[in-house]
Each structure stands twice: as C-alpha cells, then as structure tokens.
C-alpha cells in the first residue's frame, strides 16, 4: 500500500509480559517517528529516526522501552515488562526527511495491558 | 513554556453551526500545524501556517495565525457531520529532527 502501516492493530497482553510492535513507513521516507496517544496525556513523541540511526529517543518514558529500524525502513518499538501505564494507542510516522516535513501517520496499534 | 493548550477539549454542535477552536502558547513559533484525527486512524495534516498574520482556507475551514505567532485559530462555518473528529495543533520540536509536539485536542461532535 502507498501509506504507513502498523501491526498488529490491537494488542492485549498481561501485565509484566514484553510486546513488539511493528511499522512500515512510506517507501523512500527517511524520518520515522513513534507517538504514543493517551486519554490522559495526549499525543507524546517518543523517539526518531533519520534512517537506521535514532538521534532523538528523548520521549522514550522509561528503560522498558525501545525501538530499532532495519534497512532504512521497518521499525520495531518494544516495551518490556509492561505496566497498565503502557496502555496506549502507539502511533508510528514517516516524513521523506527529517525536519519541518508532513508527516504521514499509520493507524496506530492500540495497546491494552490487563 | 513552549506547550500548546487548545480550547476548548470537547465541543458538541447542531449541524449548520460556526465554531472556533483556538491553539495558544506564550512561546514564539517558526510554523504551527493543524490536524485532523477520526477514530481508528492517524492524524492527517489540514494546514500549516508560518507567517504572522496568515490566513488560510480549506472550504469551510479557515485557519489563521496570530500576527506574533504564539497563538492560532481554527474556524468551521456551517459545521457538518462529517467534521466530526479530534483536532490537534501541533508545533515542531527543538533540534530540527522533525519531532512534534501536540497540543491536547478538541474533540468535536456535530449532530445532523
């Protein structure tokens, strides 16, 4: 498809169990970005990508999380040991470079930890 | 602070109505963004104003930034159904990596 895609779309785990969640960008984006959308704090950058490499990971709450990009486009976002804390729509982005850029966004996978 | 408060958080009108939506901060912006969010989707981008004083229009939806740039308006004439979502202003972050940082949201509902 032409736009970002995430996956799964809705995930419920136990707390305390580690979920990875996953995003195509847009083919030839560079910048890719993961959000995070709550009731209680809205929409919260989390960390970017400028191709494999993650200068900007100041959003990431905790140690629990983290991310990866291979290849210049699939991400990973893990979070480890997950809290009810964690439960959250994650929003994924790609922009064709870094910087003041539209960004696209993907449906999000919304996280449910019991 | 450089956050975006919007207002107001929840806005539920009669279809045919006029609205605002108002995005504000006590910082100076470079550019602000407005979009738009239904539910079960990401946000999509309406606008982007970067001078001050700067109006623009998308059919009904007319967008305008303030004359110093620290506050921006969203205006709807004549509200339909099918403008019902969340709208969130955003501003780019510090660094020039692109990040953004949002304002709450305004969740608006407009009954046919």
């Known amino acids: 498809g032409a736009g970002v895609s995430q996956s799964p779309s809705n995930k419920v785990t136990e707390k305390g169990k580690d979920v990875e969640l996953r995003c195509d960008p847009i083919?030839?984006?560079?910048?890719l970005y993961w959000y995070r959308q709550s009731l209680g704090q809205g929409l919260e950058f989390l960390i970017y990508?400028?191709?494999?490499?993650?200068?900007?990971k100041s959003g990431l709450p905790s140690d629990r999380f983290s991310a990866e990009r291979t290849g210049g486009s699939v991400s990973t976002l893990t979070i480890q040991r997950t809290q009810q804390e964690d439960s959250a729509v994650y929003l994924c982005?790609?922009?064709?470079?870094?910087?003041?850029?539209?960004?696209?966004f993907g449906p999000g996978t919304r996280l449910t930890v019991l | 602070t450089q956050l975006l408060e919007q207002s107001p958080q929840f806005l539920s009108i009669q279809e045919g109505e006029n609205l605002t939506v108002y995005c504000n901060s006590s910082?100076?912006?470079?550019?602000l963004q407005w979009y738009r969010q239904e539910p079960g989707e990401g946000p999509v981008l309406l606008v982007t104003?970067?001078?001050?004083?700067e109006v623009k229009k998308l059919k009904r939806l007319t967008f305008q930034f303030g004359d110093a740039r620290k506050d921006s308006s969203l205006h709807i004439t004549a509200a339909q159904p099918g403008d019902t979502g969340l709208y969130l202003c955003?501003?780019?972050?510090?660094?020039?990596?692109?990040?953004?940082?949002f304002g709450q949201g305004t969740t608006l509902q407009v009954k046919p």
């Open positions: 982005a790609s922009s064709f470079s870094s910087g003041p850029n539209e960004q696209f």
């Open positions: 083919s030839g984006h560079t910048a």
């Open positions: 990508f400028q191709g494999n490499s993650a200068p900007d």
């Open positions: 910082s100076v912006f470079s550019s």
């Open positions: 104003v970067v001078t001050g004083g």
């Open positions: 955003a501003r780019h972050g510090s660094g020039n990596t692109g990040k953004l940082i």
